[in-house]
């Protein structure tokens, strides 16, 4: 009411307003002259907080992400109140869109058994990769890109950007996943979808000299593959139709390293309780070497 008076006053005038309004002028003027309460001067100093998680997670991140990533900084504030002043901000999480489907399944070639039958819950990191590809629009033509995720932590192990579809785009993405993640790789299982790109002989000579195991989801199973399609999904939500337009594939490049450094490193997931991936590995797995800087 008083806000509605405030706006309106140099147009109609304070006492007419209030008498249309049956509102005393002296309600209106001791409102305006009142203090803020504690509630309004701690939602001052909680917005800028949301305001500056929203905006250092890539303007992603919904009222229960904002809440969770609060109360890891030792903010102590209730989620409706995150979900409330994330209204009145004029902030919201991204959503997801419809995925198209890039893979082109490969029938010449003699297909490995599905090893993982939709389990991507493996007792420790460098159990079991799953890995995927997409395409991105750019300005110069269409952009691939491949990623490799440890399905412990979801931890992105290696990734490659690509003009082109050719089995150099996934081979140099399990290249650096092989180097982030110091061998030895015997009983490490590699799980993809039927794409050419990772049945290629190339491709899986590459995983043979490692002593990976590879493994590839059935025929019409639109879950076989399902942690990397979702990773991919995030990708695609978070920061291509977020970010884009793209003017070219050095432009995604550098988008796509800062993104997956976020990922990795600061990204909060709640299957894995609410941290991030390298977090997750690292208090749960402290043997493990730490992450790569190129690549975390």
Not at 30 to 54: I, T
Not at 161 to 170: I, N, Q, W
Not at 182 to 211: F, M, N
């Amino acid at each position: 009411m008083t806000r509605f008076i405030e706006a309106n006053r140099t147009r109609f005038g304070v006492e007419p307003t209030c008498r249309v309004l049956q509102v005393a002028p002296s309600t209106y003027y001791a409102a305006r002259s009142r203090p803020p309460s504690a509630r309004e001067q701690r939602d001052q100093q909680l917005s800028a907080e949301v305001r500056r998680v929203h905006a250092e997670h890539f303007g992603v991140y919904g009222a229960r992400k904002v809440w969770w990533q609060l109360q890891r900084e030792g903010q102590p504030v209730a989620r409706c109140t995150v979900e409330r002043l994330m209204r009145r901000l004029g902030l919201a999480g991204a959503v997801r869109g419809k995925r198209w489907r890039t893979t082109i399944p490969s029938d010449t070639a003699e297909r490995p058994r599905d090893l993982v039958e939709r389990n991507f819950h493996p007792p420790a990191p460098n159990r079991l990769w799953v890995a995927d590809l997409t395409y991105v629009r750019t300005w110069s033509g269409f952009a691939y890109v491949a990623f490799i995720i440890d399905a412990c932590s979801r931890f992105i192990v290696g990734w490659q950007a690509s003009k082109s579809l050719r089995s150099d785009l996934t081979l140099d993405a399990l290249e650096m996943a092989l180097w982030a993640r110091k061998g030895p790789h015997e009983g490490l299982i590699h799980h993809s979808d039927r794409g050419v790109q990772h049945l290629s002989i190339r491709y899986t000579e590459r995983l043979g000299e490692a002593g990976v195991v590879t493994s590839v989801g059935s025929r019409g199973d639109s879950y076989d593959n399902a942690l990397a399609e979702s990773v991919i999904g995030l990708y695609k939500t978070e920061l291509v139709r977020a970010r884009g337009p793209w003017r070219g594939l050095e432009d995604l490049e550098l988008a796509t390293l800062e993104w997956v450094d976020w990922f990795n490193n600061r990204r909060l997931f709640g299957p894995i309780g609410h941290v991030p991936p390298a977090e997750y590995e690292r208090s749960r797995y402290p043997e493990r070497p730490p992450a790569l800087a190129g690549i975390a």
